[in-house]
């Protein structure tokens, strides 16, 4: 006669504890995905500034025809500005804005003839010219603020001018002021406005440009690595300003016409400041 067959083992702790596994597994959500990493800066070094200019002038060199018209709108917006102080003094500051205002965008063209050379291509005119159309939008907010943060500027500046002299002086009037030591007051306005709104418009487009040509990014990001390459390594960031500037001054001794070169070699040098500074 055969005996019953043992009942089937209770499942032990290891078994329940894979089936509750199982089970909680199951009712996890998935998980999300992981964040894409931030935008990486690259340590430079004080004697970058001269290297992006010796790029810039080797960018130049290579297709000097669309450097030289660039250069050439400078110059024209140089001799304008000019002749526009000599009658309407009041008029200049709301210009100068402007001209700060169009010379980043002017500089989009520079920026993709070295984009171009970098990539081992020759440079289109044409396309140097509508190197904004694809990215209308974003430049266009970029603008904006630029636009903001200048008129800001002028508005103070005209301020300045109103509290220290009766009216707006006339362009020898207005040379003889700031040399004159019995002005320092205004002068020291003059030159800290002056001081803090160039350093903003700096810090806010040292690389700001040449990345939203260069990469499907927002304007906001761009600013802000633009501001944060500013703020991290801000003695490089300091000469390569003092650099831009001293070249610039210099070229607009002679009445703009260094212009004509500077301004698209330092268009260029700005391209690889850019690409030594922010990781691809």
């Given at each position: 006669m055969?005996?019953?067959?043992?009942?089937?083992?209770a499942p032990g702790?290891?078994?329940a504890q894979d089936?509750?596994s199982?089970?909680a597994a199951e009712?996890?959500?998935a998980?999300a995905?992981?964040?894409?990493?931030g935008i990486?800066?690259?340590q430079l070094?004080?004697?970058?500034?001269?290297r992006?200019?010796?790029?810039g002038?080797?960018?130049?060199?290579r297709a000097?025809g669309?450097?030289?018209?660039y250069?050439a709108?400078?110059?024209?917006?140089?001799?304008?500005?000019?002749?526009?102080?000599e009658h309407?003094p009041?008029?200049?500051?709301a210009?100068?804005?402007?001209f700060l205002?169009v010379?980043?965008f002017?500089?989009?063209?520079?920026?993709?003839?070295?984009?171009e050379l970098q990539?081992?291509?020759?440079p289109?005119?044409?396309a140097s010219?509508m190197a904004?159309?694809?990215?209308m939008g974003q430049l266009?907010?970029?603008?904006?603020?630029?636009?903001?943060?200048?008129?800001?500027w002028?508005?103070s500046?005209l301020?300045?001018?109103?509290?220290?002299?009766d009216g707006m002086?006339?362009?020898?009037g207005s040379?003889?002021?700031?040399?004159n030591?019995e002005?320092v007051?205004f002068i020291?306005?003059?030159?800290?406005?002056?001081?803090i709104f160039?350093t903003l418009?700096?810090?806010v487009?040292?690389?700001?440009?040449?990345m939203l040509?260069d990469?499907?990014t927002d304007?906001?990001?761009?600013?802000l690595?633009?501001?944060r390459?500013v703020?991290t390594?801000?003695?490089v960031?300091?000469?390569?300003a003092?650099?831009?500037?001293?070249i610039?001054?210099?070229a607009?001794?002679?009445?703009?016409v260094?212009?004509l070169v500077v301004?698209?070699?330092i268009?260029?040098?700005?391209?690889?400041?850019?690409?030594?500074?922010?990781e691809?």
């Amino acid at each position: 006669m055969l005996s019953p067959a043992p009942p089937p083992p209770a499942p032990g702790p290891l078994v329940a504890q894979d089936r509750s596994s199982t089970a909680a597994a199951e009712e996890a959500p998935a998980l999300a995905p992981a964040p894409r990493p931030g935008i990486v800066l690259r340590q430079l070094s004080f004697a970058d500034p001269l290297r992006w200019l010796a790029l810039g002038w080797a960018d130049f060199k290579r297709a000097p025809g669309i450097g030289l018209f660039y250069g050439a709108c400078f110059t024209v917006m140089g001799w304008a500005l000019m002749r526009v102080y000599e009658h309407a003094p009041a008029y200049l500051l709301a210009l100068s804005a402007g001209f700060l205002l169009v010379a980043p965008f002017l500089c989009l063209g520079i920026y993709h003839v070295s984009r171009e050379l970098q990539a081992g291509r020759q440079p289109d005119f044409g396309a140097s010219l509508m190197a904004w159309d694809a990215r209308m939008g974003q430049l266009g907010i970029f603008a904006f603020v630029l636009l903001v943060l200048e008129m800001l500027w002028a508005r103070s500046t005209l301020v300045i001018f109103a509290v220290t002299f009766d009216g707006m002086p006339d362009f020898k009037g207005s040379l003889s002021a700031l040399f004159n030591p019995e002005n320092v007051t205004f002068i020291v306005a003059w030159a800290v406005v002056g001081a803090i709104f160039a350093t903003l418009i700096f810090s806010v487009s040292v690389v700001s440009m040449p990345m939203l040509l260069d990469r499907q990014t927002d304007a906001i990001t761009a600013a802000l690595t633009s501001l944060r390459l500013v703020l991290t390594q801000t003695g490089v960031m300091f000469f390569w300003a003092v650099l831009i500037s001293a070249i610039t001054f210099a070229a607009m001794a002679p009445w703009f016409v260094g212009l004509l070169v500077v301004a698209p070699v330092i268009g260029h040098a700005s391209w690889h400041a850019y690409r030594a500074a922010v990781e691809d």
